[in-house]
């Protein structure tokens, strides 16, 4: 297959680079040269922008682009309508964050989306993240029809993952100690490693695939205790972890999802965060390497960052002490 990836050097779309080569397709990349270039010497690049150059990708036929780097409605219409008779497929990496909330447990690809509030930003503002996904999706839905594919991960890890909400756990595990836990063990989260999502995207586009699947994991219930222990069992490191309840969380400003990464409260309004369905995903092909193979590749990537590397998520080791301080009463 000829593929075009729009992004493609960063992260997903990196791991999408190398999921198409593993399988024998020609793959174009499409971006603004600016992360990570020159990563893919062997394949062809397209240096623009989707704003102005899409002039650049005419004349050209793909049998599917993939559009890992879609965040402003406004530049997704642009490259959907200019690809319209470029692409036979277009796929769009969305997010679960697209639907209006998380209280149901089991929520399927049916569940209410999120609207745009009534003045909508175009910037790359987190809070309408998840609202901006889903009116990218419809854009492609309604120019694409059958010919789209909506992809929509949950938090997605492993190695080269920019933000640290998962690395930040490997790597304070590893270094031992009393390690600060949020609320319970048995607090559920879901997340899927990039590889696993990259080789299900180019699987489905193989298979001319369209429609949506919520794209996260594992096949089973996985909880916060599972994986700070699987942590501890392949750092091989002393760490003993100190849980905190939500009141002591909150009465100390801890902030999920960026102080706590990977977890958020296992409570009625974000019961169904982490309890995903995904079984349409699992039916068509999804599967997942085992946790203890993706918490060793982030250790090991990890390892290759600066030592002066900036934390993106995560607390710092003073914060950290002083809460464990007022844990213990101090």
Sequence with gaps: MRILIIGGTRFVGRHLVEAALG????????????????????VETIVGDREKDLDKLKGRIWDTTVDVVGYVPRLVRLSAQSLEGSVSRYVFVSSISAYADFKKIGMDESYLL?????????????????????????IVQNIYGERALIIRPGL?????DPTDRFTYWPVRVR???EVLAP???????QIIDARDLAEFIIKLTEENASGTYNATGPNYELTIGRLLEVCKQVSGGDANFKWANLEFLNQNQVQAWSDMPV???DEEETAGFARVDI????????????LEETVRDTLEWAKTRPADHEWRAGLTAKREAQLLAALHGE
């Design 279 to 290: 079984s349409r995903a699992i039916a068509a092909g999804l599967r997942f390497r085992p």
């Design 156 to 160: 997605v890890v492993g190695p080269h």
């Design 23 to 42: 399988h024998g397709h020609e793959v174009t990349l499409f971006n603004r040269g600016k992360s990570n270039p020159g990563l893919f010497p062997q």
């Design 114 to 138: 999120a609207k745009m509030p009534d003045e909508p930003s175009e910037e790359n503002d987190p809070e309408t993240y998840g609202p901006r996904k889903a009116v990218c999706e419809q």
């Design 175 to 177: 270094r031992g100690g």
């Design 183 to 189: 609320q319970k063990p048995e607090a559920a989260i």
């Design 263 to 265: 977890w958020v409260p």
